[in-house]
Each structure stands twice: as structure tokens, then as C-alpha cells.
């Protein structure tokens, strides 16, 4: 069962920049579909991006497109989310998710989560 740890959150000036790390023990992330996710206070878990196994498709949501940008690097047995040109309403927690399946936009479809980190966006 893999375990994923999550860091890089902070706070940051809007305009700033971020890269999150999800670092995996127990497992290979090459066995898996990943993505990440975030929430705010009062708020549903949303998809933010993901990623195949293979690495060569992704998928944004529609509020971050061009300016975030997901990874993955096998042999360091991490992913990583880079964040750019940063909003006010991009505060929340991030979290990093594995799907044992296949790349999937479901949120149904990761079973193992990091423990999240925070992103706080000044403005």
C-alpha cells in the first residue's frame, strides 16, 4: 500500500509561484494514476489536476489552465504540481492522490491520499 507525503505548501503574494511535492513510500507511482486535489473551508474536494501512469496526458480544471503544471518523476518516486501566476482564490489545502486502476478525472477512483498541505495566497 503506498503512502504519499505532501510539501512546498506556504504563503505566498498573489502573482507568486509554488511547487508542491508528493513524495511515495511503499509503492511505485509508476503503478499508478495520480492527481491532485484541493479544498477550501466550506467547500467540496475538487480535482485540480492528474495525470496518467505513463505521464503523457493530463487534465486541468478549467481555473488553473496555464497556469499549473503536473509531473512525475519515476525515479525519484514523486509528482509534483507547479503553480504559477497564484490567486488569492487558489487558498487551500492541496492534496496528492493515487489511483490504483487507471487515469481517471474521478474522485471516486483514488484510493491512497496525503495527509495535504497548505496554500495560502495573500493578496
Known amino acids: 500500500q503506498v503512502q504519499l507525503v505532501e510539501s512546498g505548501g506556504g504563503l505566498v503574494q498573489a502573482g507568486g509561484s509554488l511547487r508542491l511535492s508528493c513524495a511515495a513510500s511503499?509503492?511505485?507511482?509508476?503503478?499508478?494514476?495520480m492527481g491532485w486535489f484541493r479544498q477550501s473551508p466550506g467547500k467540496e474536494r475538487e480535482l485540480v489536476a492528474a495525470?496518467?501512469?505513463?505521464?503523457?496526458?493530463?487534465f486541468y480544471t478549467d481555473s488553473v489552465q496555464g497556469r499549473f503544471a503536473t509531473s512525475r518523476d519515476n525515479t525519484k518516486n514523486a509528482m509534483y504540481l507547479q503553480m504559477n501566476s497564484l490567486k488569492h482564490e487558489d487558498t487551500a489545502i492541496y492534496y496528492c492522490?493515487?489511483?490504483?486502476?487507471?487515469?481517471?478525472?474521478?474522485?471516486?477512483?483514488?484510493?491512497?491520499w496525503g495527509q495535504g498541505t497548505q496554500v495560502t495566497v495573500s493578496s
Open positions: 492522490a493515487a489511483s490504483p486502476t487507471k487515469y481517471s478525472t474521478d474522485y471516486e477512483a483514488y484510493t491512497y
Open positions: 511503499g509503492g511505485l507511482i509508476s503503478y499508478y494514476a
Open positions: 495525470l496518467s501512469r505513463g505521464g503523457g496526458r493530463t
